[in-house]
């Protein structure tokens, strides 16, 4: 499985971003994809998940209620759509793929796609 993360840039307070990552492989619709973000000096840190059966979703709490994660089978690919995005919002975005979607939380994850800048001035 390999992922293209895309959808990233330079957005002011309050407006939104659709980040994409798009998978080759057919096992891919039943893995878990997770988005995970990491800043300048921070660890990488887990923001949304979704399960490859039964469209499970979990979300950091930061982000509840403005982020949401959501799959196009068809596409092989799963969205992150962030509305009223802060400035503590920037960071690279990365998506990963695997296959316990409980161990995305954590980080176990078995494929990783590249990072998309997220940048959200004030």
């Known amino acids: 499985v390999q992922l293209q993360a895309s959808g990233g840039g330079l957005v002011q307070a309050g407006d939104s971003l659709r980040l994409a990552c798009a998978a080759s492989g057919r096992t891919f ?3 878990a994809v997770a988005w995970f973000r990491q800043s300048p000096g921070k660890e990488r840190e887990f923001v949304a ?3 490859g059966i039964g469209g499970r979703t979990q ?3 930061s982000v509840k209620g403005r982020f949401a994660i959501f799959r196009d089978r ?3 690919t799963v969205y992150l759509q962030m509305n009223s995005l802060k400035p503590a919002d920037t960071a690279v975005y990365y998506c990963g793929a ?3 979607f409980e161990r995305m939380f954590v980080g176990e994850v078995t494929y990783w796609g590249q990072g998309t800048q997220v940048t959200v001035s004030s």
């Open 49 to 51: 998940a979704i399960s």
């Open 59 to 61: 979300y950091v709490d």
């Open 29 to 31: 619709s039943s893995y």
């Open 98 to 100: 695997g296959p316990i």
């Open 74 to 76: 068809a596409k092989n």
